[in-house]
């Protein structure tokens, strides 16, 4: 099941089926099941504590996303700071809907065990996330 919360801010207009329909999509493409899935739409200042408190972590990110994905079921807890979707959108012109977009699969990618830290590592994400977005058009 996916949920789309907000915490401190006004949920995007987002079409949570469609957004449901893709996330459960781009899951089966890499053979995972979706279990629970909660969206947590915030500000920097929240993602900022959230980053702090539970990753010890003193900077503002996009996403944070908390992994409780079990043997072939993925799941977790995705904070987004729409504040940081806005900006980066700006920063990369591009779309505010379409950065949103890249930010909520890019978490489900985090859950089906692609990573972005390591050397190389971003440009497969960047490559995952290009094709998960592809499913949208």
Known sequence: MISFQTEGVKMPDIK????STWVKQVANSYNKKLGDIAYIFCSDEEILRVNREYLKHDYYTDIITFDYTENNTISGDLFISLDT????AEQFAQP??????RV???GI???CGINDKGPGERE???LAENKALDYLK
Request: hydrophobic share 45%; charged share 25%; glycine share 0%.
């Open 16 to 19: 949570k089926r469609a957004i």
């Open 109 to 111: 990618l985090h859950l």
């Open 104 to 106: 909520i699969i890019h």
């Open 124 to 126: 497969i994400m960047e």
């Open 96 to 101: 505010y809907e379409h950065e949103l977009h």
């Open 85 to 88: 979707v806005r900006t980066n």
